[in-house]
């Protein structure tokens, strides 16, 4: 059986791994000065727009918390479904980064109804 809960159960397509062994030759400076970094910022760029800021993240618990911080104060709160991603397998980095209290609604199926937060 194949799990799909996370990008850490399986290991990469062939062509990231190509791509990986590819860019592993040479010398490059790092921390966004490379130009594997500005190709792929230029990229994303011409698709968003020129104003469009990219932050590069290690993983998604990484990703979520940039994302709600953007979103968020530090007097907000979060609300989310019991059984959410960020409620459950964050481990509390959400709160920790943002500040913000997560509010667990209950949701047998992990949906959040618009009476629920009325």
Request: with cysteine; net charge negative.
């Amino acid at each position: 059986m194949h799990s799909f809960a996370s990008d850490n159960n399986s290991g990469v397509h062939p062509k990231i791994m190509e791509a990986i062994l590819k860019a592993n030759e040479g010398h490059v400076v790092a921390y966004g000065d490379d130009p594997y970094t500005k190709s792929a910022i230029k990229k994303i760029q011409d698709v968003f727009g020129k104003d469009t800021e990219v932050f590069f993240v290690y993983n998604g618990t990484g990703a979520n918390v940039v994302s709600l911080q953007a979103l968020t104060s530090s007097f907000n709160g979060i609300i989310c479904a019991e059984t959410a991603h960020i409620n459950e397998d964050e481990c509390g980095a959400p709160e920790k980064h943002t500040g913000c209290k997560l509010l667990a609604v209950p949701s047998p199926d992990g949906k959040i109804r618009v009476e629920q937060i009325k």
